[in-house]
């Protein structure tokens, strides 16, 4: 429900935005064309941030459903990292694609997201697996018991 309310805020932002800049923008252009820009960019932002690719809100989501199907936490995060790979390889091959064939060096930046959810997916799913082969750890399993000790008066070298 958490990672689903960002976008949903943003796609209602876009529509409230969108009714002002029909109703109140029609009788006063500089806020019609402001809300009408707010609108796009919230309309936007919340697609963009559905795209399921974890670790974005759209991952979450997916990960959340995954989770309620299977029951595996650490198997949906991994199903979900997946997907979210994919989508950031998508991203920086459709950039590059760009670059290539239009000379337009504005592919970049989807080089750089893509490469950036690539890298937020994978490091999600380490994460996840980390802890959960720690989770049955505890620290007196793992600490050192016979700590060398120096008194208060003892000079460094």
């Known amino acids: 429900m958490v990672a689903i309310a960002g976008p949903g805020m943003s796609l209602a932002l876009a529509i409230v935005f969108f009714v002002i800049s029909i109703t109140i923008g029609r009788g006063v252009e500089m806020i019609g064309v402001a809300s009408a820009w707010l609108a796009y960019i919230n309309a936007a932002l919340g697609i963009f941030n559905l795209i399921p690719g974890f670790p974005m809100d759209g991952g979450r989501v997916l990960r959340a459903f ?8 650490t198997k949906a995060t991994r199903q979900a990292s997946i997907v979210g790979r994919s989508f950031g390889f998508l991203f920086m091959a459709l950039g ?3 670059v290539l064939l239009t000379q337009n060096l504005g592919g970049l930046w989807l080089v750089f997201i893509g490469w950036f959810i690539e890298n937020a997916a994978n490091s999600s799913y380490q994460q996840v697996e980390l802890q959960a082969a720690l989770t049955d750890i505890a620290a007196r399993d793992i600490m050192a018991r016979d700590v060398p000790s120096v008194q208060a008066g003892d000079s460094i070298d």
Request: proline fraction near 0%; charge should be negative; glycine fraction near 18%.
């Open 96 to 98: 590059g694609a760009e």
């Open 66 to 73: 995954l989770w309620s199907r299977s029951g595996d936490f």
